[in-house]
Structures are given as structure tokens and as C-alpha cells.
């Protein structure tokens, strides 16, 4: 395959990725734009990087986005579809490591995990000194879904076996047959959240999604709720968020922030925080396969062959 042809932002992990061996590595990823224009490249490989109108000037041959991840609102999509130039993710494959880790912050935060673990490290220890860490009963309680695409349906399939009652929002209510395959029952987004006790986020970032859980939605959930997101943190207005955590009525278990990897203060000083850095698809199963997709659907797109997860977006009737 030619050099010129392929950039990345970075090395992509696992051995598929040496099946593009002349691929040209950015060692600046995007930041700042491309300072020169790149003719001859037709695909550009990226990991959550910013592409815009403006890198896009640069690449005036270019055909082909694929994003290393399954959210693409870091692409202008409108800029890629007026050069006709197509954008593929990789759903599917991130979706169980995804919704494991929904799992992971939704038990550590209900059962303390974090300051469990800090008060065994500093000695405090004893038989008294412990009930001041009495947590939250994760099973039986009820669990309430924004999303019911592949991973938001993979917490559910998780959550069931907990014995958790699960409430769910989306654009598009699922048939009565899914609803019960799943054990799941349909709410309005503002009539779900005062009935739940764990909120999880599995909703694209859209502009129709972005500060969908405002100062008003959130003060619509219960006293100690916990919020968990592993979507994008822009779905959440999170300057609202902090002052409920701050003021300790709501909780929140979070992998994704609004200005990563900036976390505002007031979540990393709250002990109703439970904060990871944007790790939920990380373990090297998944992220190897998301490697394997992007290379199949670089390939596929070089030799003229359908795409394999194309980005179809959806036009208004
Ligand atoms: C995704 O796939 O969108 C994850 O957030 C990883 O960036």
C-alpha cells in the first residue's frame, strides 16, 4: 500500500494494524491542523481528534474518515458530506467492554469501592469505624437507561442479573416484543428520572443530545441518585452536575468529561465522585478489535469494496 496514501493520528494497538505498514503516523496528531496540504491521501485515520473543515482543506484528495471508536462528534459531518467523503466507526466490538465498565462504576459507586479501598490504605480500620462506610443495595434497585442502542442494551442484559428493575428513553420506543426480551419498560425522559436510583448514559453527543440532562433534569432525580456516564460528558450541562455532587444530593460515577481530560475541581475533591479517564473500551480484546475494523474499512475503501461500518446519517423527511 502506498505511504502517501493513509494518515493516523497514532499507532493504532494490536497486530492488525501492521497490515497498513506504510501508513504515515502523525506524531502531533491534529492538534494545531495540518500545516500543509497533504494531495495524494485518501484516508485519514483518527482517535477522537478534532477533524474539521479546516484539516479537510489540507486533504483535498481524501475519501475516507475512520474513526478509532464507535461516538464521531468530534467529525464535522457536514463538512465530510459536502466532499463526499464517507466516515466509518467501530460499533459493535467495544460494546461488552463498554458496558462492563458501566457495571464497574455503577458497583463502585454504590458500594463506595474507592473510599472503601482509601480506608483500608490508611489504617482506620476497626469494627466501629467501618459502618461509616454502609453503601447502597445494587440489586433490586432501579436503573434507568438514556439509549437503548448496542451498549445501552449490553448494561441491560448485565443489569437483569442483578435484579434490577430497568426504565428506559430513546427517540424510538422498541417494539412490545423487545421491551420484553429485554424486561425493560419505556418512560419519558422526565418522567423516568424522579423513579430511578442509578441514571446510566448511553446516547450519542448530537445537537440534539448536548445538555439534554440540564439543571432542570437533573434536579428531577432523587436525593442520592448517581448519574454514571461512559457516553460523551457534553450530554450532562456539567457545570449543573458539580453543584449537585458539590452540595452532595446527587452522585456520579463518570469515564467521559465535557473538556477532556480537564475534570473540573469540584468532581476530584467530591467523595460522591467516582471519576475514570475515558477508559471504558480499554482492554486490549476490544481495543484490538476496534484496530481490526478500522483496518478492514481502510482496506475495503483502497480497494473499491463496500465499507464495512459506514456512518449513515440520517436525512429529515
Ligand atoms: C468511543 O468508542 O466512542 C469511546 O468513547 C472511545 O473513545
Redesign the pocket.
Known amino acids: 500500500m502506498d505511504s502517501a496514501r493513509i494518515l493516523s493520528t497514532r499507532p493504532l494497538p494490536g497486530p492488525a494494524f501492521a497490515e497498513l505498514s506504510s501508513v504515515e503516523v502523525l506524531q502531533s496528531g491534529l492538534t494545531g491542523g495540518l500545516k500543509k496540504e497533504r494531495p495524494g491521501i485518501v484516508a485519514l485515520i483518527v482517535?477522537?481528534d478534532a477533524v474539521t473543515e479546516n484539516t479537510l482543506e489540507f486533504l483535498p484528495d481524501l475519501g475516507l474518515v475512520a474513526q478509532y471508536?464507535?461516538?464521531f462528534d468530534n467529525v464535522d459531518i457536514n463538512a465530510c458530506a459536502r466532499r463526499g467523503i464517507c466516515i466509518v466507526t467501530?460499533p459493535g466490538v467495544?460494546s461488552a467492554a463498554t458496558a462492563d465498565f458501566t457495571m464497574t462504576l455503577i458497583l463502585a459507586a454504590q458500594r463506595r469501592l474507592i473510599e472503601c479501598d482509601a480506608f483500608v490504605r490508611s489504617d482506620r480500620w476497626n469494627s466501629e469505624s467501618i459502618a461509616t462506610l454502609e453503601a447502597r443495595e445494587v440489586s433490586g434497585s432501579t436503573l434507568g437507561v438514556i439509549g437503548m442502542g448496542r451498549i445501552g442494551t449490553a448494561v441491560v442484559r448485565r443489569a437483569r442479573a442483578f435484579d434490577m428493575k430497568v426504565l428506559y428513553t430513546q427517540r424510538r420506543r422498541l417494539s412490545p416484543k423487545e421491551e420484553g426480551a429485554l424486561g425493560v419498560s419505556f418512560e419519558n425522559l422526565d418522567e423516568m428520572l424522579p423513579k430511578v436510583d442509578i441514571l446510566t448514559v448511553h446516547c450519542p453527543l448530537t445537537s440534539e443530545t448536548r445538555g439534554l440532562l440540564d439543571r432542570r433534569r437533573l434536579s428531577l432525580l432523587k436525593d442520592c441518585a448517581c448519574v454514571v456516564n461512559t457516553a460523551r460528558g457534553a450530554i450532562v450541562d456539567e457545570r449543573a452536575l458539580v453543584a449537585e455532587v458539590t452540595a452532595g444530593r446527587l452522585r456520579v460515577a463518570l469515564d467521559?468529561y465535557t473538556f477532556e481530560p480537564s475534570v473540573p475541581e469540584g468532581l476530584r475533591s467530591a467523595s460522591g465522585a467516582t471519576l475514570a479517564p475515558?477508559v471504558?473500551?480499554l482492554t486490549t480484546t476490544t481495543r484490538h478489535a476496534m484496530t481490526r475494523l478500522v483496518v478492514d474499512n481502510v482496506k475495503a475503501f483502497v480497494a473499491g469494496k463496500p465499507l464495512l461500518t459506514p456512518i449513515v446519517l440520517e436525512t429529515k423527511a
Open positions: 482517535a477522537g471508536g464507535v461516538g467501530t467495544l467521559v475515558h471504558a473500551s
